[in-house]
Nanobody, 121 residues
Framework: QVQLVESGGGLVQAGGSLRLSCAAS????????MGWYRQAPGKERELVAGITNGGSTSYKDGVKGRFTISRDNARNMLFLQMNSLKAEDTAVYYC???????????????WGKGTLVTVSS
């Protein structure tokens, strides 16, 4: 089992920056890839940025160059640095952790409860 808790969301002016954090606990040695997702009201949840256990990153079109995903496995932390924020970035941001196949005991992944990012224009 893994528990994920996001923090760092809030209200920010367009063009500003926020740094989101995700703290993982539980069977953290079983965590493989991780990612940040976001969901706006009435919209589908979408992957914003992903990072493998080895540190390879990927980004949704439109955020690459503005957002940076990183992780500190020793501290069981995941981060998302968001710069040059736009109104369309407004959403609830969720942390996700995928489990290594040998560790899967029911759930293949875990979600945090989300942190709200509101960008005003």
């Amino acid at each position: 089992q893994v528990q994920l808790v996001e923090s760092g969301g809030g209200l920010v002016q367009a063009g500003g920056s926020l740094r989101l954090s995700c703290a993982a606990s539980g069977d953290t040695i079983c965590i493989s890839d991780m990612g940040w997702y976001r969901q706006a009201p009435g919209k589908e949840r979408e992957l914003v940025a992903g990072i493998t256990n080895g540190g390879s990153t990927s980004y949704k079109d439109g955020v690459k160059g503005r957002f940076t995903i990183s992780r500190d496995n020793a501290r069981n932390m995941l981060f998302l640095q968001m710069n040059s924020l736009k109104a369309e970035d407004t959403a609830v941001y969720y942390c996700n952790a995928y489990m290594a196949t040998p560790c899967i005991d029911g759930a293949v992944g875990y979600w945090g409860k989300g942190t709200l990012v509101t960008v005003s224009s």
